[in-house]
């Protein structure tokens, strides 16, 4: 079970990675050309948001059933321990809370700038938290 979930985890991060980076440039465009929040905009945000809560479920069962998180005296003075005990957790909600922030925040209101400015704002926070906190691992980004 662990490897199946591990692999569908890794595989699923360039999925996310994509749509973030699709829906950050989509929405710098609509900001800069003061196009409408369309369909089309709602439609990759509801993407991303999907893939994201998708990778934290899945990241979540990992967590428990991981051998590499181990809670106890030299979780925080070992290195990689720490990193995937605290750090990669810590990191990893912080910005889906970001995506989802943008998404449901940008959902209610009703001026397409604001809509675009809010998507792109918040999800480039998210993207350059993500990719900070998958280059701590001293893995590389891809």
């Not at 662990?2 to 980076?21: D, E, P």
């Given at each position: 079970?662990?490897?199946?979930?591990?692999?569908?985890?890794?595989?699923?991060?360039?999925?996310?990675?994509?749509?973030?980076?699709?829906?950050?440039?989509?929405?710098?465009?609509?900001?800069?050309?003061?196009?409408?929040?369309?369909?089309?905009?709602?439609?990759?945000?509801?993407?991303?948001?999907?893939?994201?809560?998708?990778?934290?479920?899945?990241?979540?069962?990992?967590?428990?059933i991981s051998p590499f998180v181990k809670f106890g005296s030299e979780t925080m003075s070992d290195k990689i321990t720490r990193y995937?005990?605290?750090?990669?957790?810590?990191?990893?909600?912080?910005?889906?809370?970001?995506?989802?922030?943008?998404?449901?925040?940008?959902?209610?209101?009703?001026?397409?700038?604001?809509?675009?400015?809010?998507?792109?704002?918040?999800?480039?926070?998210?993207?350059?938290?993500?990719?900070?906190?998958?280059?701590?691992?001293?893995?590389g980004l891809l």
């Amino acid at each position: 079970m662990y490897n199946g979930l591990f692999i569908t985890h890794s595989l699923l991060r360039y999925f996310v990675l994509a749509s973030l980076i699709v829906v950050i440039v989509k929405a710098l465009l609509g900001l800069a050309k003061k196009q409408p929040y369309g369909k089309w905009d709602n439609i990759l945000g509801l993407y991303l948001f999907i893939f994201t809560h998708m990778q934290l479920l899945i990241g979540l069962i990992l967590y428990f059933i991981s051998p590499f998180v181990k809670f106890g005296s030299e979780t925080m003075s070992d290195k990689i321990t720490r990193y995937w005990t605290v750090e990669h957790l810590t990191g990893m909600v912080i910005a889906i809370l970001f995506i989802t922030l943008a998404r449901t925040t940008s959902k209610r209101m009703t001026n397409d700038a604001a809509k675009h400015r809010r998507m792109f704002i918040f999800n480039t926070i998210a993207c350059v938290i993500i990719i900070g906190t998958i280059v701590m691992s001293g893995r590389g980004l891809l």
